[in-house]
């Protein structure tokens, strides 16, 4: 039974965003949360499973991009670590950027992007 | 098998420095190895090992043969980002202890401010990042920056220090591009780029090349100026997004300078001037903590007070550094160069007196590759 038939880890990724599914990958050997996807399960090798995410995160650092407005103005860009462990980048939203704290609870949703799926996140509860 | 003391910088050249209008990247970096084989008494005819990287060149090392005229039997284009070129220091040394070369190039050239002040790059987006536009590289540094700020307390007026530092070793050296007074104030006044970060917190943008010739050690001896040893050498590669990186406040630095250090048979005391890879103001307050000069959080606290500047009991980026000095896109081996000339006792009014060692530290990417050498005088061997 060969994989190859099937697309690969980065595709099915975005093939689960389009379903509205918030996947992340696991490493069956050690239970260890992956992301991004990969191949082979990092540093060790192996195959790996797809789980739902929780969706849970925290903000882990944060940054406002300086822009003029007609730029489009101020952007928010910050690493989000999920409470799986791994960490990603993306947008927390609903918040004024300058608002968004580090260790700020927060949610994922998948929204479109610049043109694409992506996993941006919303303040939990009474956020920031 | 060490490769310590099996090699030496023996010529060091750079040209076009801040503005080179009308220059192409190619021509840049030959008119920086013609002066650094000047300077080691050796002709193009004598070079058999050519190391360089670009964000112009595909093929660097092929383009560059080209356009030198000459044909390797030897060479490197692998690009780590900013720190390839101290890289190629390591890999050099270790292609001619091997015999696979005898004179080693390493060379740099870019028109990054005259062709209209953007890096050029063939740098890819990085595609878990590429929906949110991050403006990199500064949008990474930020964000380590914010994570140091988080867990240390390290204040905006810390980082300044580090640029106001930065300047006064620039004013001591008439061929840094910036040069005049500059105040804690100014830097934290200046315009917000990525929060933390401002205009000041960043490097220049300007052109220019730089080249470095090395020689295995025996023959280092017999060429026009005095050779400046290759001691130590160590690499760390940890991630290419910046969300990758396990710990936003460690950066590869502890790992590359471990192994340098125990290649050299030294440690951070024995350090008499240090160039450390100064893109942000975050990166030298990091490389300072991983790199041993104090401890992890401490860097903040640590540049107050002019520690770092002239006067100052740590002797680092004395050429200004890239934050004040030259920064053409890629700054490693700007680093070597400045290194070197304190070795030799040829940096006039930014000389450290009696400099035997120097460490030299490189950064690339996104804090991504991190490469640490140490040199040192004939007496450290």
Known sequence: ?128 | MSLKGKAAVVGVGEWGCGEAPGWSPLEILAKSAEAALDDAGLTLADVDGLFTASSYHFMPSSSVAEHLGIHPRYSDGSNIGGSSFVAHVVNAAMALEAGLCDVALICYGSNQRTAGGRLVSMSEAQPFERPFRPRHPIAAYALAASRHMHEYGTTKEQLAEVAVAARGWANLNPAAFARGPLSVEDVTGARPICDPLGKLDCCLVTDGGAAVVMTRADRAKDLAKTPAYLLGGGIELSHRSIAQMEDLTVSGAKASGERAYAMAGMGPKDMDVLALYDAFTINTILFLEDLGFCPKGEGGRFVEGGRIAPGGELAVNTNGGGLSCVHPGMYGLYLVVEAVRQLRGERGEGQVAGAETALVHGNGGTLSSQVTVVLGAEGTL
């Open chain 1, 1 to 128: 039974m060969s994989e190859a038939g099937e697309a690969g880890p980065e595709a099915r990724w975005r093939a689960h965003l389009a379903e509205g599914r918030f996947m992340i990958q696991r490493d069956p050997a050690t239970g260890e949360a992956v992301f991004p996807p990969r191949a082979v399960a990092p540093g060790t090798g192996g195959a790996l499973d797809w789980v739902e995410a929780s969706g849970r995160g925290e903000v882990h650092a944060a940054t406002v991009m300086r822009r003029r407005p007609e730029q489009g103005g101020d952007v928010g860009l910050c690493l989000v670590e999920l409470a799986e462990g791994p960490k990603m980048m993306t947008r927390v939203v609903g918040t004024p950027p300058e608002a968004v704290r580090i260790g700020m609870p927060v949610r994922a949703k998948i929204e479109e992007v610049e043109g694409e799926l992506a996993v941006t996140f919303e303040a939990e509860g009474d956020g920031a």
